[in-house]
């Protein structure tokens, strides 16, 4: 069965650094854009990031030039690099698996998801 999991996250100060990964299991994994996606309680998930099938990127507009996303097609597994760390970037963070057919950059078209990684970001 189709299986994304999460991990990397923590509790990291203002200004600081981390790395998510998203290890993918059960399907074909090159074939399919991966995205980032995050929510707080209480509030609307949020797209963050997505890297398609050919590698092209998209990312909203409040992370660019802090996050980068990369794939590794040898090892199933996209990454989430978290530089700059504000407060409000405190979430849960979910990877998800995005339909072929869909531009992963709409933030839809997503058909499977993770258990998510809490990030924290506080002094």
């Known amino acids: 069965q189709v299986q994304l999991v999460e991990s990397g996250g923590g509790l990291v100060q203002p200004g600081g650094s981390l790395r998510l990964s998203c290890v993918a299991s059960?399907?074909?994994?090159?074939?399919?854009?991966i995205g980032w996606f995050r929510q707080a309680p209480g509030k609307e998930r949020e797209w963050v990031s997505c890297?398609?099938?050919?590698?092209?990127?998209s990312y909203t507009e409040v992370v660019k030039g802090r996050f980068t996303i990369s794939r590794d097609n040898a090892k199933n597994t996209v990454y989430l690099q978290l530089n700059s760390l504000k407060p409000k970037d405190t979430d849960v963070y979910y990877c998800a698996r995005g339909r072929p057919s869909a531009d992963c950059g709409s933030g839809l078209g997503y058909d499977y998801w993770g258990q998510g990684t809490q990030v924290t970001v506080s002094s």
């Open positions: 059960g399907f074909t994994f090159n074939y399919y854009s």
């Open positions: 890297v398609s099938a050919f590698r092209s990127t």
